[in-house]
């Protein structure tokens, strides 16, 4: 259910209140343009800098302290300190007007109690000479590069932060390694960059889905594994295209397939749900996606990959679909697309994790979308299965870099029952391997296994 | 008349129960209700869109579109 609060809430648990989902609030913002009667309420250019969220931001003086300036105000705040986890848990911030986030010297302040203020964007005028605030400005979605696509980047790293002080050098939370080592010599590259071999875990209890062109469900290197399958393009689930076999091999294929086959699978003991949503010939619609996004979503798949996408704006239903799904604890990873331009829908949508592509040198794919990226893993020239006869292939896109972070995270998800939703894309943002490229590129960096 | 078109139909949260049997009044031929996302899919004429969008309980209505894997790995293999 998209989480739009009804019109006559009232209250602060409306838009523009902290615990507002970013869905809800770029709906009141599609409203509000509609209203003044710029765009359709199709799409939102990624360029718009107009599209403010409704909260406003309080940047304090370099090493100031609040001091209690905003509860002078009258205001109710939260510090990001008092979270267990530092996690965004911005639905459990209840009334409160404001939440501090000390770590960088930044407030958030809801909508109603800005507005009841008047903290418009020109209050800063107003502010006492020897006020601790420094400017307060209105908060803006994140869509894009730019000034306002690095607001929501850094407040996710501000909180990943928190979290790792809280943790103590953000060590993972392991629970025990009940599987042994399983070091395995000869993998593809792209598992190897993300140090899969390494890894002890294998994604055992974890769903993953994948929704593609379907998989050979009689491939011999995937016989005995627990999978699911349904279509909603009208054929059968045999992968006669080879793409959503190849996706489901990366994601999901064996830790030792026979003879010189290198290792090519990373949840290797996962439970495959395979949803056709693209035909034979590649193609689908945003409605049969969804109702294949609705169906892993029922069956609480905890990880969703999807190779597939439009370049088009970022999409209500898509949008709607992500935040549901991180409120059932699923996160759906999308492949951010192949134009060498703005990242496509699904991926553009802000409840909807982005990946990029790499080259086997770890330097952004030239094809690779950017603009709303993530995370990124390697893309080019990658080795996974396909359809008998020929059982393996190279694939290259974003496409294939998209089942290596959903991988991955299922191996994550399968250290801790409490890394589901946005606490797993905070992980997988958290433990990624920066690199020396724009965030518009590669994200947070490359995709790293527990 | 105009054209069917198939479109994508985003719920409020707590929109009204009856929500799909008012689109239907509405002239929207149901495809699928996705409860666990929200989401209505169906086909309409093109020039009853706006009425869907007014009815309680809907957030957007959006023209369904292609979705393909794209370039460079769009071909079979």
């Known amino acids: 259910m998209a989480r739009k609060p009804t019109r006559d809430d009232g209250g602060d648990s409306g838009l523009g209140a902290l615990g507002a989902d970013v869905d809800a609030m770029l709906l009141a913002a599609l409203e509000r343009a509609e209203a003044e009667g710029g765009g359709t309420g199709e799409e939102i250019s990624a360029t718009d800098e107009t599209l403010t969220t409704g909260r406003m931001i309080v940047t304090y003086k370099e090493g100031a302290a609040d001091d209690g300036a905003l509860a002078n105000m009258g205001m109710r705040t939260a510090d990001a300190r008092d979270f267990e986890d530092g996690a965004v848990a911005m639905d459990a911030l209840g009334d409160a007007d404001a939440l501090l986030l000390p770590e960088i010297g930044v407030a958030v302040i809801s909508g109603n109690a800005a507005s009841e203020r008047s903290l418009g964007s020109a209050g800063a005028k107003s502010l006492a000479s020897d006020s601790p605030i420094s400017v307060i400005e209105p908060e803006y979605f994140a869509f894009s590069e730019g000034d306002a696509g690095e607001y929501l980047r850094g407040f996710l790293r501000a909180a990943q932060t928190i979290e790792a002080d809280l943790r103590g050098l953000g060590a993972p939370v392991d629970e025990e390694d009940e599987e042994g080592g399983a070091l395995v010599l000869g993998a593809t590259p792209g598992l190897i960059a993300s140090r899969v071999p390494q890894s002890s875990r294998s994604g055992l209890g974890i769903r993953v889905a994948v929704l593609d062109t379907g998989m050979d469900l009689g491939h011999p290197e995937f016989a005995g594994r627990a999978m699911v399958?349904?279509?909603?393009?009208?054929?059968?689930?045999?992968?006669?295209?080879?793409?959503?076999?190849?996706?489901?091999?990366?994601?999901?294929?064996?830790?030792?397939?026979?003879?010189?086959?290198?290792?090519?699978?990373?949840?290797?003991?996962?439970?495959?749900?395979?949803?056709?949503?693209?035909?034979?010939?590649?193609?689908?619609?945003?409605?049969?996606?969804?109702?294949?996004?609705?169906?892993?979503?029922?069956?609480?798949?905890?990880?969703?990959?999807?190779?597939?996408?439009?370049?088009?704006g970022v999409q209500f239903g898509y949008v709607a679909a992500g935040a549901a799904a991180l409120a059932r604890g699923c996160l759906i990873i999308a492949a951010a697309g192949n134009a060498a331009s703005s990242t496509g829908a699904p991926a553009n949508s802000p409840s909807i994790m982005s990946v990029a592509s790499l080259d086997r040198n770890l330097a952004p794919s030239s094809f690779s979308n950017r603009g709303k990226i993530d995370i990124s893993a390697i893309g080019r020239d990658v080795w996974s299965s396909v359809p008998r006869p020929q059982r393996h292939g190279f694939k290259t896109g974003t496409s294939m870099a998209c089942p290596h972070v959903a991988g991955v995270a299922a191996l994550w998800a399968q250290t801790n029952g409490s890394l589901r939703g946005m606490a797993l894309w905070q992980r997988l943002l958290a433990s990624a391997r920066p690199l020396p490229y724009p965030a518009s590129r590669v994200g947070r960096g490359l995709v790293q296994a527990p | 008349m105009t054209e069917p078109v198939k479109v994508i139909v985003t719920l409020e949260a707590g929109a009204p129960g009856d929500v799909g049997q008012r689109l239907a009044d509405k002239g929207l031929k149901i495809e699928a209700m996705l409860d666990a996302i929200g989401i209505i899919t169906g086909a309409c004429d093109a020039g009853d869109i706006a009425r869907l969008q007014k009815v309680d309980g809907v957030a957007a209505v959006e023209h369904d579109i292609a979705v393909d894997i794209g370039p460079p790995d769009a071909e079979p293999s």
């Open chain 1, 229 to 312: 399958s349904r279509s909603f393009v009208g054929q059968p689930v045999q992968d006669l295209h080879s793409h959503g076999t190849h996706c489901i091999g990366t994601a999901c294929g064996p830790l030792a397939p026979p003879g010189n086959t290198p290792r090519y699978g990373i949840a290797h003991r996962s439970t495959i749900f395979v949803g056709k949503v693209l035909s034979n010939s590649g193609t689908g619609s945003t409605g049969g996606i969804l109702a294949g996004m609705n169906w892993a979503i029922a069956n609480n798949c905890a990880v969703i990959s999807m190779s597939l996408g439009a370049q088009t």
